[in-house]
């Protein structure tokens, strides 16, 4: 199939949804319980994105103290229940990371 029509399918797909959803020209609203479901779509998404990356690096399940994912995303976690800030907390996570990756391969 070409690639580029595909591309440009799914954009007009993803506009189409969101200018009916956040125009407000349209008459679509969306009720109170819907809006509270559509709230855990941002964790649910992120969690379906780090959980594969976390625990399966080389697609076998990894839970070690030699796993750089897993040990980042322990710091991140531990950084984040400190309240710093985000960016500080990325921040840092990704040091530990990028140095647990040098010592390894270094």
């Known amino acids: 199939m070409n ?3 595909m591309i440009v399918a799914m954009a007009l797909i993803t506009f189409s949804v969101r200018y009916l959803l956040l125009a ?4 679509v609203r969306i009720g109170p319980r819907l809006q509270r479901l559509l709230t855990y779509s941002a964790p649910a998404v992120l969690t379906a ?3 594969p ?3 399966f690096p080389e697609d ?3 839970i070690s103290t030699t796993n750089p994912y897993l040990l980042g995303a ?3 976690i531990g950084l984040a229940c400190t309240r710093l800030s985000t960016l500080l907390v990325v921040g840092i996570s ?5 140095a647990l990756q ?3 391969f270094g």
Do not use: E, T
Request: hydrophobic share 75%.
């Open 53 to 55: 990356i976390v625990f």
């Open 94 to 98: 990704i040091g530990f990371f990028v």
């Open 102 to 104: 040098l010592q390894v």
């Open 49 to 51: 994105l780090w959980v």
């Open 60 to 62: 076998k399940l990894a």
């Open 3 to 5: 690639y580029w029509l």
């Open 24 to 27: 407000r020209s349209v008459p």
């Open 74 to 76: 322990m710091v991140a």
